[in-house]
């Protein structure tokens, strides 16, 4: 008899057990993990889960640290009426602190997105970002049915500078053995030639002609003087002639 009522008790105790942990409430931050670089921004949402049990209000608190993260804003979700009194709704950036109560009309049976949390990455570092105590999940009752914490580890990784290269154009200028110039002027004089109509050639045909002139300057001078002098003795007969005519 004393062994049969141990197994009734026991029977009547698990299914005790087995009814809070069914009527159990879990609040979750999704995403678990997360990974961004300084200065960038992350939402998490929060969803609450009665396990098919009715749940009409919800409070968060939600714990982060300050020298890693802010909280930029958050959202609540549809339907939930916000119970903005003192205590049940703020954002603390100073202490990391966010506290956000609602309620579900008609309440909810199953998961439902509660808010969305927005924080602002403020350097590198591993944060986490935790469902804390204080959080509760209201039943039909009014009992508190929150069950377990949850929260999400953020890895923030450092902003990596962009290299910055410059590139420095060579403006010397060489003289090779015949004159020339090598280098950015040299192209620069090759891109004129070409634009122009200059070449080479030209050049090379100029300094010929040079050349010869200075060689024969005096035969073409000598040549100049006979031509006037021959000019000359022709316009001097001619006057002479035109004179003898005259006379006679």
């Given at each position: 008899m004393k062994k049969y009522t141990i197994s009734i008790f026991t029977a009547l105790l698990g299914i005790f057990i087995a009814g809070n942990a069914i009527a159990s409430t879990n609040i979750t931050l999704v995403p678990s993990t997360v990974n961004?670089?300084?200065?960038?921004?992350?939402?998490l949402v929060v969803y609450a889960n009665s396990n098919g049990t009715k749940n009409g209000t919800v409070k968060i608190v939600v714990?982060?640290?300050?020298n890693?993260?802010?909280?930029?804003?958050?959202?609540?979700?549809?339907?939930?009426?916000?119970?903005?009194?003192?205590?049940?709704?703020?954002?603390?950036?100073t202490n990391g602190v966010l506290v956000k109560t609602?309620?579900?009309?008609?309440?909810?049976?199953?998961?439902?997105?509660?808010?969305t949390i927005t924080f602002t990455a403020k350097e590198a570092g591993v944060a986490t970002v935790g469902i804390i105590d204080g959080s509760f999940a209201l039943d039909a009752s009014g009992k508190n049915a929150f069950s377990g914490n949850?929260?999400?580890?953020?890895?923030?990784?450092?902003v990596v500078a962009p290299v910055r290269t410059t590139t420095v154009v060579s403006t010397t200028t060489t003289t090779t053995e015949d004159g020339g110039l090598?280098?950015?002027?040299?192209?620069?004089g090759s891109a004129l030639d070409g634009l122009f109509g200059t070449s080479t050639d030209d050049d090379l045909t100029a300094s010929a002609f040079?050349?010869?002139m200075g060689e024969n300057l005096w035969y073409i001078i000598g040549a100049v003087l006979l031509l006037a002098l021959v000019l000359w003795l022709l316009f001097w007969k001619r006057s002479k002639d035109e004179e003898n005519n005259n006379k006679k």
């Open positions: 961004v670089v300084a200065g960038q921004k992350v939402d714990n982060y640290p300050t890693l993260l802010s909280v930029s804003s958050f959202v609540q979700s549809p339907v939930w009426m916000v119970n903005t009194e003192t205590g049940y709704d703020l954002i603390d950036n609602a309620g579900y009309p008609r309440g909810f049976t199953s998961v439902v997105p509660f808010g949850s929260q999400t580890i953020i890895n923030i990784g450092a090598t280098g950015q002027e040299a192209t620069v040079s050349s010869m």
